[in-house]
């Protein structure tokens, strides 16, 4: 058959193990539900996996997606599987984020490197000395870190998983920060020593705007396979993330903006609402600025017009300032890092 048979559906991902083990895990839902199917997976390495030393903004925004969406509109492959949080927030014309999958844990987490562990000297930030080296390539969480902890160093650490662990118990870094969601999805759970989020006695992380789901890819105009990934959606998922690619997207206005959100549906006077939370930090941790809203919606078009409103709120509380500065710190030609790593 060719590759137009139609029970053939052609499934794109990046090649670390972290994104073939995601793919598995859409796949094996999608074959329970639509058992005619075949699906055949595609892996390709990005631009993002080859090149490990260019900082991650002169990569540009695409750089763990360019590639599939090009093979995604010459129609090589039906749909692809991406973390969310790696996916830009505009997406080329003809390609939607078709299909939104329920989260794994989204919050930011705590290793410590293997020496700390053995002795179980430490239980949480909070516990490491002055000076201690906390390796991170985010900007978000480096710069929401500091603010809280200003006695501890920030310090790069890149790669996929499997090697920021080997680096952190390697290359002198006592902890490092990583998503909750890839350690358990790639059965490295054991290793979480603290899980980060708004309520962290000692400090608090928002995180990254999709972090633990996962955005299915797909032509806007293929309705067939929009249909069948209905299969995986989790639509109050889907909706959060929505409000929070929004507020993103509102604010970066071109350029990638260190924002941490948090999103919950919380009951209110009976009914179920959407609250939204987030941060806007200046490189330094300097300066930040936070808001939050709640709010009864019930459709994709309402969660985006909520993340506008909070971005705008944002925006004229200073956040236009902070990512004014940081425009202003890239036409320069400083070495300006952001994006979330
Ligand atoms: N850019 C790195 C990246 N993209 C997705 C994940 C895993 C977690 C997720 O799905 O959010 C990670 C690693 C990390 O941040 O620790």
Known sequence: MSALSPNIIKVGTRRSALALRQTE???????????HLTFVVDAISTM??????????????????????????????????HSLKDMPTSLPDGCVLGCV?????????????AAHEKKGEYKTL???????VVGTSSVRRAAQLRRRYPGLVFRDVRGNIETRLRKCDEEGFDAIILAAAGLLR???????????????????????????ALGLEVREEDERVKELLKAVEDTPTMIACFAERSVMRTLEGGCSVPIGVETAWVEEDGVKKLRLRAVVVSLDGKQAVESERTQEITTLAEAEAMGKVLAEKLAGMGAQQILDDINKGRESGAAVKVGDA
Do not use: C, M
């Open 186 to 212: 790639l059965d490295f759970g054991a290793r979480i020593a603290q899980y980060l989020d708004s309520s962290t006695e000692g400090g608090g992380l928002l995180h990254a705007v999709g972090q633990g």
């Open 48 to 81: 993002g996996d080859r090149d490990k030393t260019t900082p991650l903004p002169e990569l540009g925004k695409g750089l763990w997606t360019s590639e599939l969406e090009a093979k995604l509109a010459a129609r090589d492959i039906d749909f692809i599987v």
């Open 101 to 113: 999958t329920a989260r794994e844990d989204p919050r930011d987490v705590v290793i410590f490197n």
């Open 126 to 132: 909070r516990d490491l000395p002055e000076g201690a």
């Open 25 to 35: 895990l859409v796949i094996a839902t999608l074959k329970r539900a639509h058992p």
